[in-house]
């Protein structure tokens, strides 16, 4: 079997130093990577810039990337031969319109900074999806949780959608423990308790390999 | 002697997950503060968003911010007490004009973002620098660089100021080495070899200690 995760932030440069940026540290992404490797898996890891060390699994291979256009380009080009998506990154939605090639110097008291969309990586690859792949998506939602999640499930082919409250303390960015529920596409819900990142990887492994195979026997 | 230390870089929510960021790691503060220390300072390093661990001397007290205006709060509650300031963090110059409470949902193709200056942190503190204090700035530029940062050194009243170029290799954000030159009020450039910023941190004590001495001596 082989895996292909995206992992951590992107970050879209406005000058050389200057970027718009989120807070995945990739923790979640990197764990999934280890526990897909752990289960036998060939497993294609695409980072986003992460302080984390690369998983030491030699069945895992680590891409670095920074832009979402850079994540993109890795996705696609390691999406067709694998059997399983996992879309762990956090994407801009948006970048910088122009990237300016030398340091923007401060000028007035406001800066107006137009930014465009974002290639969206797992709804356009999710166009591309053959009936035998599985594509499991993250939801990191605010309000409405459980109708974005599933919005984002239908709109980007995903077969799974593991939603992440930002109002579970201990649970999302920046912490090493993770609270999540995972939708189907049948509208099936199941709710795991908050646990350790590299726990709740275990239980997503197994997770997707079960409904995975039930979808290939079906 | 006290010593009082900004490093890293600063982050401003655009909403409760983005963020506008710089490449600032804070390995040059971090690198100062240990030198200074090591001379037998008091140190208050002002960290930003840093991956770096806590730097081991018991004389260093390290206080962990986020924003532009948070650095601010702490550098002007410890600077009047401070016999020598160092600003070596990244400050953004602008914020975004509105935080949003919720995850901004993405919408349009494009989209406009309004942002608005921050404070300037050491040019706010110059104001305030008594006779024999002592502040220290860096410059970071990509054209007109040793005229930059002479006006820089001017405006900010600093009495020296270290002049980092991207344009070096191996010099900057994310190295593990450095190369500056740094300037005074008369005018005087000290250019170092690219070197460790541990052993630039050491170099730059010792000339802030015999510059320092001559200004109380005078």
Redesign the interface.
């Known amino acids: 079997m082989r895996v292909i995760i995206t992992a951590g932030p992107t ?1 879209e440069p ?1 000058d ?9 540290t990739g923790k979640m992404g990197y764990a999934l990577a280890a526990a897909f490797a752990a289960a036998g898996a060939q497993v294609d890891l695409i980072s986003g810039p992460s ?1 984390l060390p690369a998983p030491a699994h030699p069945a895992v291979q680590l891409t670095r990337v920074e832009t979402a256009a850079e994540m993109y380009a890795a996705a696609a080009a390691g999406a067709p031969a694998a059997d399983v998506w996992v879309f762990a990154a ?1 994407v ?3 970048r910088p ?1 122009h990237v300016a090639a ?2 923007i110097k ?1 000028a ?10 974002n290639v969206d990586i797992a709804a356009t690859l999710g166009h591309t999806k053959r009936a035998e792949q599985f594509a499991v998506g993250f939801a ?4 409405n949780e459980l109708a974005h999640a599933q919005e984002k499930l239908h709109r980007k082919n995903f077969d799974l959608v593991v939603l992440n409250s ?1 109002r579970d303390a201990g649970a999302g ?1 920046g912490h090493d423990t993770n609270k999540v529920s995972v939708l189907d596409r049948a509208g099936q819900v199941v709710t795991f308790e908050l646990m350790a990142k590299t726990d709740l990887a275990g239980e997503l492994v197994r997770l997707v390999l079960v409904r995975r195979a039930a979808v290939i026997t079906t």
Chains 1, 2 share one sequence.
């Open positions: 970050y406005l050389p130093v200057r970027f718009l940026g989120n807070r995945s302080a956090a801009a939605d948006y319109a030398e340091k401060k007035g008291d406001t800066l107006t900074l137009e930014l465009v969309k990191l939602e605010t309000t930002l960015f």
